[in-house]
């Protein structure tokens, strides 16, 4: 079994991750993709990777950080979907079910708070900043013990 460049990959969830309070203040906008010129995915066979599990919580982790920070925040902000979008794409490159089960966890961690926080309280202020340490704690593993 080969590991890919894992670093890389995470590198950016955990810069992101670390930066939060600085990447909130920053509004920029991905540029729009041309679905057209893509070529179609070629199927692969799917092996799980040592990290599957770790990499699965920490999806669901920003999907719980991008609803949270989108309900504290004045203007909404993007910065941690297009961060899961980067990851999955980086990740599951020709690999459907992986892309599927990450996909599936950033919606289940974004619903999550949404079906508690309507407003921004206290606690979902608090809440935001431990699922921030979180998938800090969780990138930086991920990229020590699996990182090439």
Same mark, same amino acid.
């Given at each position: 079994?080969t590991?890919?460049?894992?670093?890389?990959?995470?590198? @950016? +969830?955990?810069? @992101?991750?670390a930066?939060?309070t600085?990447?909130? +203040?920053?509004?920029?906008? #991905?540029?729009?993709?041309?679905?057209?010129?893509?070529?179609a995915? &070629?199927? &692969? =066979?799917?092996k799980?990777?040592?990290?599957?599990?770790?990499?699965?919580?920490?999806?669901?982790?920003? !999907?719980?950080?991008?609803?949270?920070?989108n309900?504290?925040?004045?203007?909404? /902000?993007?910065?941690?979907?297009?961060?899961?979008?980067?990851?999955?794409?980086? =990740?599951? &490159?020709n =690999?459907?079910?992986?892309?599927?089960?990450?996909t #599936?966890a950033?919606?289940? !961690? $974004?619903?999550?708070?949404?079906? &508690? $926080?309507? #407003?921004?309280?206290q606690? %979902?202020?608090?809440?935001e900043?431990?699922?921030?340490?979180e !998938?800090?704690?969780? %990138?930086? /593993?991920?990229v %020590?013990?699996? !990182?090439n």
């Amino acid at each position: 079994m080969t590991f890919r460049p894992l670093l890389l990959r995470l590198t @950016v +969830a955990t810069v @992101v991750i670390a930066a939060a309070t600085t990447a909130a +203040a920053q509004k920029t906008a #991905a540029p729009p993709q041309d679905k057209a010129q893509a070529p179609a995915p &070629v199927a &692969v =066979e799917e092996k799980p990777t040592p990290y599957d599990q770790r990499l699965i919580r920490l999806a669901e982790v920003l !999907g719980s950080v991008h609803y949270l920070r989108n309900l504290c925040v004045k203007e909404p /902000e993007d910065v941690w979907r297009r961060s899961m979008q980067e990851l999955i794409d980086k =990740e599951t &490159v020709n =690999e459907e079910k992986r892309r599927e089960r990450m996909t #599936a966890a950033f919606n289940r !961690g $974004y619903r999550t708070f949404a079906s &508690v $926080y309507t #407003a921004c309280t206290q606690p %979902a202020i608090v809440a935001e900043q431990r699922y921030r340490a979180e !998938g800090a704690t969780l %990138a930086s /593993e991920i990229v %020590a013990r699996f !990182g090439n």
